[in-house]
């Protein structure tokens, strides 16, 4: 007798779940694990929240969370907190939190930036934001234009109302009185009016703003706009500071730049301390470390950097220290060698594409795109790397006799990309295999991509099975399920499976599957059946015979 479905129920089956398999990791995967997550979405509940409910730590039991997860911003903050409780101790750097969480910079500019994630999450002390004349700023932005301002002897008023009205409560950034007795007022803004609106925060603001320069305009209150995106974001202090004494040449008096440690008094280090952070990565005292390990290291550190000194080169100008040069470090010998690193351990070299996507994680697939920035023809220097094989009579993995034949022929997806010489270089490498070796490399291949991509369609015919009651369904009803199916919308399998022609295959062989099992099908679907089992069908595409074959043994499952 089936249990009674209910939210209680569903929380007790997946603790003990979890207490089973300590993990969410392909949780649709197995029948058990299937059952539970479609189960919670039959209660209109997300297996992760509840996993959550359950005291469970998302950070120990997912590798990775589903695309939609973050959409809620409670679930970002409490996975952080998460890694602040069990493994930093304090609040992640921006690069640590996209490699822990497996998201991307796109995802933290939807919530404003990191700064923004941090108020919101109650880590930023009020103090940073402290200017040298004691008043609070509401950005780093804010208080470097108060800082310039201060050292200069200018003075303004701050949070000032627009006008005594209590329908409004709109403030300006800086308020300054003009010789003439005039009343003038400054807004710094944070993100310029052809921002996109895509983001919850973004769109917020500028809708604010939208009101609040409408208030200028109709009642004719003078006004100055700083566009902070084009004279303050990712410029150094120098240029920050020539901006600012052309947006305040309204003033007519002398401004003067001031020392960078006074313009942005957040995080301040002084120099030796920079220094002495640098070369703890240096093997040499008179070099500096290359800036990518320090990048590797210290994100925050090289931005310092390039905000105080205008770059890495100045920075070891003013220093006086020599800096180490790609030129001198890289070479061929050196990628091959980390060719050779990738062959044993994979037993075949990764697609260039892959160990870029996947360069945060790994640290080899790191060292080879840096290799290749400097020697960036990754064809040239894999086929050479295979011709040292073959003349050493070592073996080569099928997969990669597969990527010769590709290059030799001028097909898949890397044709662009591939010249004579690569076409020429890699026909040599082939004609020292047989013609029996390239052949079962080929089929091997194409049986691995296959069988993979069957696994991918019967998962897919099983969720709709079970989502839709059905089996078949037309490419029309999928691709309009797709748009508001999150599962449906990871990868459009139909499609894929149209185009190398395998549809009507893999849902015979998922029908037998089912049958098997002592599933009922629908009429439609015996229907199907009998139509293909008799060469029949009801569009362009006639059956296989290896369709045809099919359909008439599913056939003895109706008699």
Known sequence: MNS????????????????????????????????????????????????????????????????????NFDSLADTIEALIRNKYKRFPKVDEIKTEL???????????????????????????LIDSSGHFNNSVWELMVANFLYHNKIECKRNQLLFQDKRYTF??????????????????????????????????????REEKEKIYKDNRIPYISIEGYEIL????????????????????????KIDPDLLCSINHINEDTIIEKVMSYSNDPTTLPSSSVVLDNDISLILYIKSRYGGWIKFARKINKQTVRLDDYWSQDKVLELFEQLFLQYNYIPSYDYM???????????????????????????????????????KIPARDICWLVQISECTGNISPHINENHNKNAKNILDSFSEETIKNA????????EAAFRAKMFNLFNYIRKQYGCILMSY???????????????????????????LRQFQLEYIRKVLESDYAITEEEKLFIKQTAKGLCNNQYKPTTIEVQLAQKLLSFFN
């Open 442 to 449: 080929l089929n091997l291949e194409q049986n691995k991509r």
């Open 233 to 256: 974001y990712n410029k150094t202090f120098p240029q920050i500071q020539e901006n600012l004494i052309n947006v305040f040449s309204f003033l007519n008096v002398s401004l003067n």
């Open 356 to 394: 870029r996507k996947h360069a945060s994680n790994n640290p080899l697939f790191a060292k080879v795109i840096k290799g290749l920035y400097r020697f960036p023809n990754f064809i040239n220097l894999k086929l050479k790397f295979y011709q040292l094989k073959v003349t050493k009579n070592i």
């Open 476 to 502: 029309g009803k999928y691709t309009k399920l797709r748009k508001s199916d999150s599962f449906l919308k990871k990868e459009n399998l139909y499609f894929r499976s149209k185009t190398i022609g395998k």
């Open 102 to 128: 497996h998201i991307s910079s796109r995802l933290i500019k939807k919530y404003g930036g990191i700064k923004e994630i941090k108020k919101r999450m109650g880590y930023t002390s009020p103090s940073d």
């Open 171 to 208: 403030r300006s950034d800086f308020t300054f009185t003009l010789p003439n007795t005039e009343i003038l007022h400054v807004e710094l803004w944070g993100y310029p009016v052809s921002s996109s609106k895509e983001w919850v925060v973004t769109r917020d603001y500028l809708k604010q």
């Open 4 to 71: 009674v479905l209910n939210r209680d129920n569903v929380l007790q089956r997946l603790d003990e779940y979890l207490k089973k398999n300590k993990t969410l990791v392909r949780v649709t995967k197995t029948d058990e694990g299937f059952k539970l997550w479609y189960d919670c979405r039959q209660i209109n509940e997300d297996i992760y929240s509840l996993a959550q409910e359950l005291g469970y730590d998302l950070i120990l039991i997912c590798k990775r969370k589903p695309r939609e997860f973050y959409d």
